[in-house]
C-alpha cells in the first residue's frame, strides 16, 4: 500500500524573492511613502511597517499606512501566484515587534505555471487623477468589483444611489475644507511632492505655481486637476471597510484594495482613493452612519471610472531601491524599532490573521 503523496515544499530562493517583493514594492501607498520594510531570513519573509514614514498629522493613527502595507502584500501574493509561487502569509504574528504585520512562507508548488499577464498588471497599474468621462460603470462591474473583498474578509459597497452619493460629497467637501486650513497638513502634504527619484509624487504632477489664496487650484489643471475631489457625474465610489476600524481590519482592506485595483486595471477602470473623507474621524463616521447604513465602519474610498480612449499613459511614480526596504538574512534588521505609544494606539489584536 502506498503511502499518501506529500507536497514538496521548497522555499524560494532569494533571487526569486527579491523579485518578488520589487514587484510588491509597485504598490500604491499614501503620497509614495512606500512605509514599509521586508526581510527575508530562514525561509521566512517578515513585512513590517515603517513608522519613520507615517504621516504624523494626515495620518496619526497610521490607517493609510497599514492600508499601504496591505496593499504591498497583496501585491506580494498576487507576483508569486503569476509566477508559480504559492504562498502562506499570517498577519499580524505574535511578538515584541509591534511593527510586524506579517510573516510570508514562499514556496513552490508542483505547480509552474506563469501569467505573464497579472505580471504585466502590476507594472500597468496607476493612480490616475485625470478627469474620468462622464460614462458611469454600470452597477454590475461595481458589484464585480466589490466582491472581489470578500476573500479577503472585507467588506464593500458601492455609494450607487443619489441620495447616498449626494450625502457622500457634501460630507468629503467638508472634510476637504476643514483640511485645506490646515497650515501643518498642507506643510506635510509638500513634503511629500517632487521629492527626487526615490518616493513622494513626482515633480512633472507639480502645480507650477501655487497659488496661496486658492487652496484647490494648487494644483494646475491637467494631471492633477481632481485632487480637490469633487465627484464628478461618471465617478463612481466604492467604499471598503470591517466590523472595527483597526490594524487587522486596514491591513486586510489594503489587500483587498489592491486587488480589486488590479482587477479594474485589467477591466481599463481607474481607480484613485481618496483619503481626506476617512481622515477627518466625525466624516468617517459620518459617512459610516449616513451614507454605508452603519453597515460597516469605512477605511478607504475609491473613485472608479473610465478615462478617455486615447488618453496618453502616466508616468511611473518612483520606488525606492531594493536595498533599503529588503533585508536578506541579516542577524538584525536595521535600527530596532522599540515598542512605544504611536503604534499601540492601532488598537492592533495580537495573534489577529
Ligand atoms: C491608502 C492610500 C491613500 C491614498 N490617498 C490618495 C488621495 O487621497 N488622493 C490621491 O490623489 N491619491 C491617493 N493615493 C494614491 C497615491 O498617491 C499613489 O498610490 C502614489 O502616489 C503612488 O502612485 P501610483 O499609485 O501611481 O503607483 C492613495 C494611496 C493609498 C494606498
Redesign the pocket.
Known sequence: MSSPAVPRIEPAPTTDVERLVSLAC???????TQPWRWRYAGGLLTLSADLSRRLAVEDPRGR?LT??CG?ALHHLQFAARALGWATDVERLPPGPDETELARIRVHRTDRTVVVPEDLELLDA?????RRFTAWPVPGHRLDDLCRLAAPWGVRAAAVSDDGARFRLELLANQALTALELDARRQAEQDHWIGRGSADG?PPDLLPDEPDPLQARSRFRPGL?E??R?VLHGGDRVIALGGADDDVAGWLRS?EA?SALWLEATREGLSV?????PTEVEETRREIGRSVLGGAFEPH?LLRVGWQAIGRGG?P??PRRPLADVLEVQGPAWGPKVPSRGGFRPWGRTPGAS
Do not use: C, E, F, K
Not at 26 to 32: D, I, K
Open positions: 509597485r504598490a500604491p501607498s499614501v503620497h509614495n493609510d492600508l499601504s496593499a497599474r496607476r493612480t490616475d487623477r509624487i492633477l481632481d485632487t475631489m489594503g484594495m484613485v482613493p481618496m483619503s481626506q478607504v502616466l511611473r511614480t
